[in-house]
């Protein structure tokens, strides 16, 4: 099987936002405690937060960070979380019936991204359970130097300047019937309307996210962005996309095309913003964050809440996927996806970072290590942070699937940095094949130095745990060979994902 991308530096698709490897923190299972703070641990630091983790956060190469929900942003009051540890108060987080001690907040975040290496904070308002005041309070809090009762307030908690937070979601997943405080589109939008105007008298300059939908296949899906966009249109700058895959009846085929639907997803919500936009003959460009997705194996065990008006635990193992070769093929694919839509999606936060549908995982007192799902996100972050995508001129054999037919079997995009390097990243969605991938370089690409690292398990099952860290990492793809002057070709086993750098 076969497949061809030309890479024509002539032909920009966009640059690629340093937004688009963000992750997403929520306090959610072992997410906070015990994953990124956990005091008494051995790597944690006067403040309580693990070194180890920490190591890893900057070797992946995340870039902003979501906080503090998620689901459980939507009863959360995020005044509990700020002043001395030992006043702050437990409550109840219904979203994931769990026992929440808020010894983690707001001020230990912005540290905690500071030490991280200075990633962007991305603060969600809760407009589940609250509304227009309390997020005004949270910005007052948060973004006005001093001289106000809640700045002032700031500033006694130890924090002097504010924290300057600019992008900020309104509220999380509204049109999720589970949502605590769910509506409708016409009651979300006129409160995120209302929400938004009231933030922008305070901060004009802050770039907000409406909620779009939860995922491509809800009910809503479509009627909900139209409806949103049309009472918040000109006062927000991104709408969200979620979206979360596994294998449905053990259909690996379909899973492996996951980036299908991602794909389709983009181009269906762009469609949405484009028609609001030119309806109201705004000239305002929104655009999308995709700030939730992942490999999700949702139906399963390590998913389910507690349950008991008497059992509320505090920071469970919860959403602990372990994920598979497989799976990590997936995340590279959606990766590749993400790139190909640059001009579009100008936002992405994986979700989650840390134990929770995450790329790195914890034992509580113990060590940290690397998820398959790492490797693909670290190394495409490693090259297209900073980068502009290319127009991907790709042509591709099919490989079959249920869900989505007949699919290209090899997903690929390019990018190039300002040093005249190039990267190409490339998938194998099928089950069976290899293919036979040629790259079609710029007539003055110097291929003398050239580096192809491959994610490929034949076992495609193979994954990373507590006993064995490292059984799935990168290999070097030596069947790399340069085919004529500015040719090269690389074998993509199947279920793999590969980035070559040129340069
Ligand atoms: O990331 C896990 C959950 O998935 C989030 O809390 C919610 O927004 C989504 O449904």
């Not at 987080?93 to 991280?116: I, R, V």
């Not at 200075?118 to 407009?127: I, K, P």
């Not at 490999?295 to 390590?302: N, R, T």
């Not at 991907?392 to 290209?408: I, N």
Request: proline share 4%.
């Amino acid at each position: 099987q076969h497949a061809k991308l030309v890479v024509d530096k002539a032909f920009e698709l966009s640059p690629v936002s340093d937004r688009l490897f963000g992750s997403f923190v929520e306090h959610l299972g072992r997410c906070v405690y015990s994953g990124i703070y956990e005091p008494g641990h051995p790597t944690a630091d006067a403040d309580g937060f693990r070194q180890d983790v920490i190591d890893l956060v900057k070797e992946l190469g995340v870039t902003t960070v979501r906080y503090p929900g998620g689901n459980f942003v939507s009863g959360y009051r995020w005044e509990d979380g700020v002043g001395p540890a030992d006043k702050r108060p437990n409550r109840l987080d219904l979203a994931w019936h769990s026992t929440e001690t808020n010894q983690f907040g707001l001020h230990e975040m912005a540290k905690w991204l500071e030490k991280t290496g200075g990633n962007e904070l991305m603060e969600a308002v809760n407009l589940g359970t609250r509304g227009l005041e309390e997020a005004l309070d949270l910005l007052e809090y948060a973004n006005v130097p001093s001289g106000t009762k809640l700045s002032e307030a700031r500033r006694a908690n130890g924090a002097d300047k504010p924290f300057n937070i600019r992008m900020w979601c309104l509220g999380n997943e509204m049109d999720g019937p589970w949502q605590l405080g769910h509506k409708n589109a016409d009651d979300y939008g006129k409160l995120a309307a209302s929400v938004a105007a009231g933030m922008r008298q305070m901060d004009p300059d802050l770039e907000l996210v409406v909620c779009g939908s939860s995922s491509h296949s809800m009910e809503t899906f479509g009627q909900w962005e139209e409806t949103v966009l049309d009472h918040t249109y000109d006062n927000v700058d991104f709408v969200s996309c979620h979206a979360y895959y596994q294998p449905e009846n053990g259909d690996m085929a379909s899973f492996l095309a996951s980036g299908v639907d991602m794909d389709g997803f983009i181009s269906d919500v762009y469609s949405a913003i484009e028609a609001v936009r030119s309806r109201r003959k705004s000239n305002h460009k929104v655009y999308i964050s995709f700030d939730e997705w992942n490999v999700w194996y949702q139906g399963c065990e390590a998913s389910r809440s507690p349950e008991g008006i008497d059992n509320w635990p505090q920071a469970p193992h919860l959403l602990e996927d372990v994920y598979s070769a497989a799976d990590a093929v997936v995340v590279g694919d959606l990766l590749i996806t993400l790139l190909r839509n640059v001009d579009k999606v100008k936002s992405a936060s994986l979700a989650q970072l840390v134990n929770v549908i995450a790329p790195i995982m914890t034992e509580p007192g113990g060590s940290a290590w690397r998820q398959t799902t790492f490797y693909p996100f670290a190394l495409t972050a490693k090259y297209a942070h900073g980068a502009v995508a290319l127009q991907p001129k790709l042509e591709s054999d099919a490989t079959a699937t249920k869900k989505f037919g007949d699919v290209d079997m090899v997903n690929a995009v390019a990018v190039t940095q300002s040093d005249g390097s190039v990267t190409v990243f490339a998938s194998n969605r099928s089950l069976q094949t290899s293919a036979h991938f040629e790259i079609d370089l710029p007539e003055d690409t110097d291929l003398k130095r050239i580096d192809v690292q491959t994610l490929h398990e034949d076992d495609i099952y193979a994954a990373n745990t507590k006993d064995e860290q490292n059984r799935v990492t990168l290999h070097r793809n030596d069947s790399v060979k340069v085919e004529g002057r500015h040719t090269l070709s690389v074998d993509l086993p199947a279920v793999s994902w590969t980035a070559i750098h040129i340069g």
